[in-house]
């Protein structure tokens, strides 16, 4: 994985994600009483400059696709009797708002795409230099019963996988053992708070919520790391990639 891959993956997802809260936004609004609501953007509206609708369509309904049907089944399930019980119907007040689910999966998807680059980054260089870094040693037998491409590979992943348990300051903190210059200081805080962010979000129940607009900065910042770190590793495709605003201030 190039830089130019990783930012190809992070701005067709943020734009997807984005553009499925802005129709989901619009139908929604539409099937509301609420007549204010129409012509708040975003919103549908009709083109080819013909007349939006009015009062004798709107408010919309919404036609359940079958996997919501199914869903609605697994939730409010019919036990087969036709005894009439009390049965708890979940008001669209009561939804996670749109924004929020929207927000989050951002969030989350543009962390993971940055975290696999530096992960794989490291591991090219890894592979590069772990016949120096290791300190294990081998038998004859041991290179006669597995050989040497398993042993090598062994020492590889291990030393991998306690590469990505760590916390980020300290997986940075190892590049000088493969000839890899650290990130600055300002690029480092701003992955640690990255990651602190991607961490409440997947670990907590009931985080900070987080709005459609953190998550757009969320994502240019991830954008920002992920050039820092090809520069670090020396990633050819690091000229073939633009990101505006690169002086955005990490601070906002």
């Given at each position: 994985?190039?830089?130019?891959?990783?930012?190809?993956?992070?701005?067709?997802?943020?734009?997807?994600?984005?553009?499925?809260?802005?129709?989901?936004?619009?139908?929604?609004?539409?099937?509301?009483?609420?007549?204010?609501?129409?012509?708040?953007?975003?919103?549908?509206?009709?083109?080819?400059?013909?007349?939006?609708?009015?009062?004798?369509?709107?408010?919309?309904?919404?036609?359940?696709?079958?996997?919501?049907?199914?869903?609605?089944?697994?939730?409010?399930?019919?036990?087969?009797?036709?005894?009439?019980?009390?049965?708890?119907?979940?008001?669209?007040?009561?939804?996670?708002?749109?924004?929020?689910?929207?927000?989050?999966?951002?969030?989350?998807?543009?962390?993971?795409?940055?975290?696999?680059?530096?992960?794989?980054?490291?591991?090219?260089?890894?592979?590069?230099?772990?016949?120096?870094?290791?300190?294990?040693?081998?038998?004859?037998?041991?290179?006669?019963?597995?050989?040497?491409?398993?042993?090598?590979?062994?020492?590889?992943?291990?030393?991998?996988?306690?590469?990505?348990?760590?916390?980020?300051?300290?997986?940075?903190?190892?590049?000088?053992?493969?000839?890899?210059?650290?990130?600055?200081?300002?690029?480092?805080?701003?992955?640690?708070?990255?990651?602190?962010?991607?961490?409440?979000?997947?670990?907590?129940?009931?985080?900070?919520?987080?709005?459609?607009?953190?998550?757009?900065?969320?994502?240019?910042?991830?954008?920002?790391?992920?050039?820092?770190?090809?520069?670090?590793?020396?990633?050819?495709?690091v000229g073939n990639v633009l990101i505006p605003y690169e002086n955005h201030n990490f601070d906002e």
């Amino acid at each position: 994985m190039n830089l130019q891959e990783v930012i190809k993956k992070m701005n067709a997802y943020t734009i997807s994600a984005t553009y499925t809260h802005d129709l989901a936004i619009s139908s929604s609004k539409l099937m509301s009483w609420d007549e204010s609501e129409w012509k708040i953007k975003p919103r549908l509206s009709t083109g080819a400059n013909r007349k939006d609708l009015s009062k004798k369509e709107l408010p919309l309904c919404l036609e359940m696709s079958h996997e919501m049907s199914s869903l609605a089944s697994l939730v409010f399930p019919d036990d087969g009797t036709n005894q009439k019980k009390y049965v708890p119907i979940l008001n669209p007040d009561e939804f996670i708002p749109i924004s929020r689910v929207i927000a989050t999966q951002i969030i989350l998807y543009n962390y993971c795409l940055l975290e696999e680059y530096e992960f794989n980054r490291f591991h090219i260089e890894l592979s590069k230099n772990i016949s120096n870094l290791s300190k294990d040693k081998f038998t004859l037998n041991d290179f006669n019963s597995r050989g040497y491409d398993k042993l090598f590979s062994g020492v590889l992943d291990r030393e991998q996988n306690s590469y990505e348990r760590r916390s980020v300051r300290k997986r940075i903190n190892e590049w000088n053992k493969v000839n890899i210059a650290e990130l600055s200081e300002k690029d480092l805080a701003c992955y640690e708070k990255l990651s602190i962010r991607r961490n409440e979000l997947t670990h907590e129940s009931d985080p900070n919520i987080p709005s459609l607009e953190e998550a757009i900065i969320f994502f240019h910042k991830c954008r920002l790391v992920a050039k820092s770190i090809s520069i670090s590793f020396s990633d050819p495709t690091v000229g073939n990639v633009l990101i505006p605003y690169e002086n955005h201030n990490f601070d906002e």
